[in-house]
């Protein structure tokens, strides 16, 4: 890579207070790194606080470098994890360097905690160790790898709600963006370009391709550090250390500090094998076994909230387990949204005495009362009938008109063309012999027409329903 010579200090100058970048207003310089420089700025209306970083001008002039640190930036942005940094803002300086704005963090970097205690117990290390956790475990699920993990990069905010810390996840990419950088220019505590000898997996001190495994590498040294107070490779100079990264066993944390449980060692060995492959399936499982650990041990370590159970997209990782309480409350809002299902858990005897029987049995009463009124109304027809046959009332119109639904005609006696065919006498069907001569037809007339009246026979013809009058002859 080609430099200018000139000083880094004419090069990349500081922003000064009052000076606006993007929507903000700089109000002072916050820290400085092999990468570049982080500002503190307000949004002059709003009023909202932000960090800016701004990348070193030795990398914001190789537009490969910019469009991974881009690159990297979104994908980080993309996540929206908790415990993952918020990065909402990209832009460039006049004077060329690339920057992005992220959310200002209140609090201390963990390796100012380490040099303020020297060692965490396992009651303050492992609540942090399960957030970071969480958070890269999260970001591997997206397919990012963090690749310079160190107490560094890991933000201490006060938990509002409590008396631990809050987590944040910082630098995603930047190992990644500045490994292009001049190996001789590696220091450690200061974000150097390769990544730092002290927490570097074997494959990344080979300089082989890494993967997400490569922070879990790095997470077992971490982890080792906050408890033991001392790093698990350590030498004069840093070739020394990649050497002891890649070939050497450390020494067990127990034996560095007996107040820890000897399961822990096992834990810390499985983050820190030298093969990829037989390291965790995810963090948040290292952190469970962790836990197990010194519970085991008889040191009680604070329970995560059930917020912290949910499950976070990892690959190959596991699922964290259904709470009592979600399962206890699933018939109550079954019952609420479906009174049925309710019923069919609820135990026999319990149910309301108005039940699916009776609304059975309704339409069969109502048909078998319909037919028996039914029956009844024709057998009263049927009677009162009769009675009326046996009176021989003159024949009313409705009498006539209800005649052929009433019973088959008996055959019928001939009359005299000039009566109505249509009107024949029903009182003559059933009545008997000795009252038929006080109904005496009338003598024939010479007014008889050629023909009979459409429905009659001529006289002389026979019929099987028909009778000749002996009265005519």
Known sequence: MTT?????????????????????????????????????????????????????????VDPEMVARFIAEARAVN???????????????????????????LEGEPLDALIDQQKLLVPQVALPILRQVARA??????????????????????????GDGFTVKLLDFGIAKLLAADDGSKVKTRTGMPIGTPYYMSPEQCRGKDVDHRTDYYAFGIVTYQLLTGAYPFDADDFMTILMKQMSEEPVPPSHVNPALPPAIDEVVAWLMKKDPAQRPPNLVTAVKALEAACEGGGISVPRPSAAWETPTPQPGGGTAPTLPAQRSMTPHALGA??????????????????????????????????????????????????????????????????QPVVAPPPPPVVIDAAVPAVAPPPVVIDAPAATVPAITPPPPTPKKPPHPPAGTKPPGSHDSHSIEDPFAK
């Open 4 to 60: 200018t010579g000139a000083p880094s200090t004419t090069a990349d100058l500081d922003l000064q207070a009052g000076e606006q970048v993007g929507e903000y207003v700089v109000e002072g310089k916050l820290g400085q790194g092999g990468f570049g420089a982080v500002f503190k700025a307000q949004h002059p209306l709003i009023g909202k606080v932000v960090a800016i970083k701004v990348l070193a001008r030795k990398f914001s």
């Open 78 to 104: 993309q996540i929206r994890h908790r415990n993952i940094i918020d990065i909402f803002s990209f832009g460039q300086l006049a004077d060329g360097r690339h920057y992005y704005v992220m959310e200002y």
């Open 136 to 161: 890269l475990d999260a970001a591997h699920g997206k397919g990012i790898a963090h690749r310079d993990l160190k107490p560094e990069n890991v933000f201490l905010g006060r938990d509002p709600d």
């Open 337 to 402: 949204t479906a009174p049925h299902a309710l019923a069919a858990t609820m135990p026999s005897g319990t149910m309301p005495p108005v039940s699916a029987p009776v609304a059975a049995k309704s339409p069969l009463l109502w048909i078998v009362g319909g037919v028996g009124a039914l029956a009844i109304g024709a057998v009263v027809f049927f009677v009162m009938r009769g009675s009326h046959a046996d009176k021989a009332p003159p024949p009313p119109p409705p009498v006539v008109q209800q």
